[in-house]
C-alpha cells in the first residue's frame, strides 16, 4: 500500500513517515522544503533503515505535482503540505491562502482524475471557536481569530465538498490540538526558522541558550495559575493516528472531522516545570500582555477518536518534554 505524504518533510509529516516506513507501508514524500530541510530524508530513512520516493514540487503547482500521480500508483494521500505560523498568516494573509487553499485544490483535482479516493487531512483546532467551550467537542461551533484558521476550516469545506460530489472519497479531516516532542532517537523534530511560535521550541531554545528569556502571554486568566492552558500532544502519538484513520479510510466513504488531542490541559507555567524537571535546565520566564484571540483554556474531547478510530495518546507530558529536550539537545543548530 502507497501512501503519499505532501509536506512529509516536515515536522509532523516526518514523524508519520517513521512510523508508516515502521509498519511496511511504502511511502512517497512530495514537499517543496519552503520549511524543512532535505536532510530530514536522510533522518528518516537512517531511523527506519528503509528507503522511499521523494518528489521537490509545489503541491500548489498543477502541472508539475501530476508528475507524482503519473508516475506513483497512490492508494492514499496524507496532505500536511501547508504554511502554519498564526502571526505571520495574519501579516500575509493572501501567501496564506494562496499556498494553503491551492494545495488542497490542486490535491483534490488530482486525486478525482487519477482515482485516488483516500485523504487524510491535517486541520487543526484552531477551527474551533474556543471562547464556547473549554472541552472540545466535533460539534463544537466552528470560527476563527486568524487566516491560519481560515485557510484550514476552508480546506475543510473545500474536502467536504469534494466528498459530496464524489460519493467514491473517503476523508479524514484531522483537528490537532498542540503537538509537541520529538522521535525517541532524537534525530528528527521540530524545527522553525527563527524566533518560533509555539511554546515547546521556545522553550528549548532558552534551554540551550539561543534565546534569553520566555516570554509568557498573560498571567490573567481564569486558570489554576494565571496562565493559558492548553492539550499537548506527543508527535509519535499523532502519527499514529493518522495510521489509525488510513484504517478507517478502508472501511468508510465521505468525509468525517475528528480530534487528535490527550484530553487534558496543562498551563504554560505547568509545561515549564515539566521541561525544567525533564532538562534539568532553568527556564527563566517573564509575563507580558494577552496576546489577541488567546483564551484561558481548552482540550480536546477524545470520545470520537477512540470509537471510530480505536486510537489513543499513550505519551504524558514528561516523556514529550524529555523528548523535546532530547532533539534540542542532540541538534543545538537544527538540521
Ligand atoms: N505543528 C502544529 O502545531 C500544527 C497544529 C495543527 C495543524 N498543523 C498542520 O499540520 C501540517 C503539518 O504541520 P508541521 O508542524 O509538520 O509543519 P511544517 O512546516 O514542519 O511542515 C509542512 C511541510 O509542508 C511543506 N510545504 C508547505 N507548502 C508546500 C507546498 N505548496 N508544496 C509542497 N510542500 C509544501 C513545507 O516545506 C514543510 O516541509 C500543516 O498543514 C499544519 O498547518 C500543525
Same mark, same amino acid.
Given at each position: 500500500?502507497?501512501?503519499l505524504l505532501t509536506g512529509?518533510?516536515g515536522?509532523?509529516g516526518?514523524?508519520?513517515?517513521?512510523?508508516?516506513?515502521?509498519?511496511?507501508?511504502?511511502?512517497?514524500?512530495a514537499d517543496n522544503?519552503s520549511n524543512?530541510?532535505?536532510? !530530514?530524508?536522510? &533522518?528518516?530513512?537512517?531511523? /527506519?533503515?528503509? /528507503?522511499?520516493?521523494?518528489?521537490?514540487v509545489d503541491v500548489s503547482d498543477y502541472?508539475a505535482f501530476?508528475?507524482v500521480?503519473?508516475?506513483?500508483?497512490?492508494?492514499?494521500v496524507i496532505h500536511f503540505a501547508g504554511y502554519k505560523?498564526?502571526?505571520?498568516?495574519?501579516?500575509?494573509?493572501?501567501m496564506y491562502y494562496e499556498n494553503n487553499l491551492m494545495a488542497t485544490i490542486t490535491l483534490i483535482n488530482l486525486m478525482?482524475?487519477?482515482?485516488?479516493?483516500?485523504c487524510?487531512f491535517s486541520?487543526?483546532?484552531? !477551527?474551533?471557536?474556543?471562547?464556547? @467551550?473549554?472541552?472540545?467537542? *466535533? #460539534?463544537?461551533?466552528?470560527?476563527?481569530?486568524?487566516?491560519?484558521?481560515?485557510t484550514k =476550516?476552508m480546506s475543510?469545506?473545500i474536502f467536504?465538498?469534494?466528498? &459530496?460530489?464524489?460519493?467514491? =472519497?473517503?476523508?479524514? =479531516?484531522?483537528?490537532?490540538?498542540?503537538?509537541?516532542?520529538?522521535? *525517541?532517537?532524537?534525530?528528527?523534530?521540530?524545527?522553525?526558522?527563527?524566533?518560533?511560535?509555539?511554546? =515547546?521550541?521556545?522553550?528549548?531554545?532558552?534551554?540551550?541558550?539561543?534565546?534569553?528569556?520566555?516570554? !509568557?502571554?498573560?498571567?490573567?486568566?481564569?486558570?489554576?495559575?494565571?496562565?493559558?492552558? &492548553?492539550?499537548?500532544? $506527543? !508527535?509519535?502519538?499523532? @502519527?499514529?493516528? $493518522?495510521?489509525?484513520?488510513?484504517?478507517?479510510?478502508?472501511?468508510?466513504?465521505?468525509?468525517?472531522?475528528?480530534?487528535?488531542? /490527550?484530553?487534558?490541559?496543562?498551563?504554560?507555567? #505547568?509545561?515549564? $516545570?515539566?521541561?525544567?524537571? @525533564?532538562?534539568?535546565?532553568?527556564?527563566?520566564?517573564?509575563?507580558? @500582555?494577552?496576546? *489577541?484571540?488567546?483564551?484561558? #483554556?481548552?482540550?480536546?474531547?477524545?470520545?470520537?477518536?477512540?470509537?471510530?478510530?480505536?486510537?489513543?495518546?499513550?505519551?504524558?507530558?514528561?516523556?514529550?518534554?524529555?523528548?523535546?529536550?532530547?532533539?534540542?539537545?542532540?541538534?543545538?543548530?537544527?538540521?
Amino acid at each position: 500500500m502507497k501512501i503519499l505524504l505532501t509536506g512529509g518533510a516536515g515536522y509532523i509529516g516526518s514523524h508519520t513517515a517513521v512510523e508508516l516506513l515502521n509498519k511496511g507501508y511504502e511511502i512517497v514524500i512530495a514537499d517543496n522544503f519552503s520549511n524543512s530541510d532535505p536532510k !530530514v530524508l536522510d &533522518r528518516i530513512k537512517q531511523i /527506519t533503515n528503509k /528507503t522511499f520516493v521523494h518528489y521537490e514540487v509545489d503541491v500548489s503547482d498543477y502541472n508539475a505535482f501530476e508528475k507524482v500521480f503519473i508516475k506513483e500508483k497512490i492508494d492514499t494521500v496524507i496532505h500536511f503540505a501547508g504554511y502554519k505560523a498564526v502571526g505571520e498568516s495574519v501579516k500575509l494573509p493572501m501567501m496564506y491562502y494562496e499556498n494553503n487553499l491551492m494545495a488542497t485544490i490542486t490535491l483534490i483535482n488530482l486525486m478525482n482524475k487519477y482515482g485516488v479516493e483516500n485523504c487524510i487531512f491535517s486541520s487543526s483546532a484552531a !477551527v474551533y471557536d474556543s471562547s464556547v @467551550a473549554r472541552l472540545l467537542t *466535533e #460539534e463544537t461551533p466552528l470560527s476563527c481569530t486568524n487566516t491560519y484558521g481560515y485557510t484550514k =476550516l476552508m480546506s475543510e469545506q473545500i474536502f467536504k465538498d469534494a466528498a &459530496r460530489a464524489n460519493p467514491r =472519497l473517503s476523508i479524514v =479531516l484531522l483537528r490537532y490540538f498542540n503537538p509537541i516532542g520529538s522521535h *525517541e532517537s532524537g534525530m528528527i523534530g521540530d524545527n522553525p526558522n527563527g524566533i518560533p511560535n509555539n511554546l =515547546l521550541p521556545f522553550i528549548t531554545r532558552v534551554a540551550i541558550g539561543k534565546l534569553e528569556r520566555l516570554s !509568557v502571554f498573560g498571567n490573567d486568566y481564569d486558570t489554576r495559575d494565571g496562565t493559558g492552558v &492548553r492539550d499537548y500532544i $506527543h !508527535v509519535v502519538d499523532l @502519527a499514529l493516528g $493518522h495510521i489509525a484513520a488510513i484504517d478507517y479510510c478502508k472501511e468508510h466513504k465521505g468525509a468525517i472531522a475528528i480530534n487528535l488531542g /490527550t484530553g487534558k490541559g496543562y498551563s504554560v507555567l #505547568e509545561i515549564v $516545570h515539566a521541561f525544567e524537571k @525533564a532538562s534539568g535546565r532553568k527556564i527563566p520566564y517573564v509575563f507580558t @500582555a494577552r496576546r *489577541e484571540g488567546d483564551v484561558d #483554556e481548552y482540550y480536546a474531547s477524545t470520545t470520537l477518536a477512540k470509537q471510530v478510530l480505536g486510537w489513543e495518546a499513550k505519551f504524558g507530558i514528561e516523556q514529550m518534554c524529555a523528548s523535546a529536550w532530547n532533539w534540542q539537545k542532540q541538534n543545538p543548530d537544527g538540521y
